[in-house]
C-alpha cells in the first residue's frame, strides 16, 4: 500500500512539473502557477521532515505563498513523514479543506451505460480552444481564466505521455478528459461535462474511452482522483475504480486576533 500511494504520488508530481513551477527545498515540494490562484496548482507537497523541524518547515512555506500572495496549502498524502504533521498544521492554524480518494481501475467495468448519442474522439494541440471552453463550463470556471487555462494544457499537450479527449452529444463539443501518462502509470485528469448535457453517459464515455488506449497503450496502473464522497467517486466506482487512500489539502486560515 505505501508503494502504490508512493507511485501514485510522485505520478501526479510528475504532472506538476508540466502544469507549473516547483521548487524543490528538500524536505518538500513547492508547487506553484502564479497565473492560476487555486490550491491545486498552488501547495507544498512530498514532506519528508525531521519532527524537530516542522514548524520551520511550516513558517517557510507561509511565507513563500505569501510573497506570491496566496493562501499556504499543504496537500498531504499517506507518505507524509512524519505522520503527525497534520496536527502540526492543525496547531498553526491550517484548516482541513479538501479531501480526495485515488482510486484505481480494477480491470473491469461494471454498469457502464453507453449512449449511442454520444461519441468520444482524441484531438490534438490545436482543438484545444474548444476542449478548455467544454472543461471551463464543467467546472464552472470564470471565462476570463480561458487564456490561462489553455495555455497551461498546452504545455502539457507537448509530453508526449498526454492525450486529449473530447465527447460529442449529437455532434455538439459537450465534454472533456485529458490522460496522462508517464513511467508506465496513466491517470484520467480533469473529467468535465457541461451541465446542461450531464446524466447521458457522457464522463461514461471519456472513461471508457481512455480505459481501452491506457491498456492499448501497455499501462501497468491507471487511476483518477475523485473528491471524497463526491458523485463522481460514485461513478467511478461504478465504472470499476476502486478507492486505495485519500490525499488531503491543508490551507492555512489564522484566526482573526482577539
Ligand atoms: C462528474 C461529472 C464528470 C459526471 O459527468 P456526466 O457526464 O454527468 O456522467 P455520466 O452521465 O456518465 O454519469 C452520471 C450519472 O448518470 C448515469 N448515466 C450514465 N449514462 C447514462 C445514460 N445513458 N442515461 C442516463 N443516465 C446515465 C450514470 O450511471 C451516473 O449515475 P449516478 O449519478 O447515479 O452515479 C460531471 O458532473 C462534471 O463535469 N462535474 C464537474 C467537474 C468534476 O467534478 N469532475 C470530476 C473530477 S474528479
Known amino acids: 500500500m505505501e508503494d502504490l500511494s508512493g507511485q501514485i504520488e510522485e505520478h501526479m508530481h510528475s504532472f506538476h512539473h508540466l502544469a507549473g513551477e ?3 527545498v528538500g524536505s518538500a515540494l513547492l508547487f506553484s502557477n502564479r497565473s492560476l490562484p487555486s490550491p491545486t496548482y498552488n501547495h507544498a507537497t512530498r514532506v519528508r521532515v525531521a519532527e524537530s523541524e516542522a514548524n520551520k518547515l511550516i513558517a517557510d512555506v507561509i511565507r513563500y505563498y505569501q510573497s506570491m500572495s496566496f493562501k499556504a496549502c499543504f496537500m498531504l498524502y499517506p507518505t507524509t513523514h512524519p505522520a503527525a504533521f497534520a496536527d502540526s498544521l492543525l496547531n498553526a492554524e491550517f484548516e482541513l479543506i479538501d479531501e480526495e480518494n485515488a482510486m484505481i481501475f480494477k480491470g473491469k467495468t461494471v454498469n457502464a451505460r453507453l449512449s449511442s448519442d454520444v461519441h468520444v474522439t482524441e484531438i490534438d494541440g490545436r482543438q484545444l480552444d474548444v476542449w478548455t471552453k467544454v472543461l471551463m463550463r464543467g467546472y464552472s470556471l470564470p471565462e476570463n481564466f480561458q487564456g490561462i487555462v489553455q495555455e497551461m494544457f498546452t504545455k502539457v499537450s507537448r509530453h508526449n505521455g498526454s492525450r486529449f479527449y473530447q465527447a460529442y452529444f449529437q455532434e455538439k463539443p459537450v465534454g ?7 513511467n508506465d502509470v496513466a491517470t484520467i485528469y480533469t473529467v468535465a461535462t457541461v451541465p ?4 447521458k453517459g457522457v464522463a461514461t464515455a471519456l472513461i471508457n474511452r481512455v480505459i481501452v488506449d491506457s491498456s492499448k497503450a501497455g499501462c501497468s496502473m491507471l ?14 466506482g461504478k465504472l470499476g475504480f476502486k478507492g486505495v487512500f485519500s490525499r488531503k489539502l491543508y490551507e492555512l486560515h489564522p484566526k482573526k486576533q482577539e
Open 22 to 24: 516547483v521548487k524543490d
Open 176 to 182: 472533456s478528459c485529458l490522460l496522462y501518462a508517464f
Open 196 to 199: 446542461e448535457h450531464s446524466k
Open 223 to 236: 487511476y483518477l482522483l475523485a473528491g471524497k464522497g463526491s458523485d463522481a467517486e460514485r461513478l467511478y
